[in-house]
Nanobody, 127 residues
Framework: QVQLLESGGGLVEPGTSLRLSCAAS????????VGWFRQAPGKEREIVAF????????TTAGFVKGRFTISRDNAKNTVYLQMNSLKPEDTAVYYC????????????????????WGQGTQVTVSS
C-alpha cells in the first residue's frame, strides 16, 4: 500500500513559479507510474502530466506544455511538478496519483483507474 503526500502549493502571483512535491511511503515507489492531476472549482479533474517508473518517459498535457515539467527522484521517493509562468487558470487543487501499469496516452491516463491518490494541495494564482 502506497501513501502519497503532496506539498508545495500556495498563493502566488501570475508569472511566478511553484514546485509541487509528491512524497511516497509504504511501497516500492520506483515500480509506479505517477501522475499529476488538477481540479478547479466546478470543473472536471484533468490530467496534467505523468512519468514512467524510471523517469525516462514523461507526458505533459498541451495546456501546460512548455510551462510545467514533471520529474522524479526515486532515491527520495518523490515526484515533482515544476510549474513556471503560472496563470490564473492554473488555479486548482493538484493531486498526485500512482498506478502499477503504464499508460500510453493522456486519454488513457484520464480513463483508466489509478491505484493510489494523495489528498491534494491547493494552488491559487492571483494578483
Amino acid at each position: 500500500q502506497v501513501q502519497l503526500l503532496e506539498s508545495g502549493g500556495g498563493l502566488v502571483e501570475p508569472g511566478t513559479s511553484l514546485r509541487l512535491s509528491c512524497a511516497a511511503s509504504g511501497g516500492t515507489f520506483s515500480n509506479y507510474v505517477v501522475g499529476w492531476f488538477r481540479q478547479a472549482p466546478g470543473k472536471e479533474r484533468e490530467i496534467v502530466a505523468f512519468i514512467s517508473p524510471s523517469g525516462s518517459s514523461t507526458t505533459t498535457a498541451g495546456f501546460v506544455k512548455g510551462r510545467f515539467t514533471i520529474s522524479r527522484d526515486n532515491a527520495k521517493n518523490t515526484v515533482y511538478l515544476q510549474m513556471n509562468s503560472l496563470k490564473p487558470e492554473d488555479t486548482a487543487v493538484y493531486y498526485c496519483a500512482a498506478r502499477t501499469t503504464w499508460v500510453s496516452s493522456l486519454r488513457l491516463a484520464t480513463q483508466l483507474p489509478w491505484n493510489f491518490w494523495g489528498q491534494g494541495t491547493q494552488v491559487t494564482v492571483s494578483s
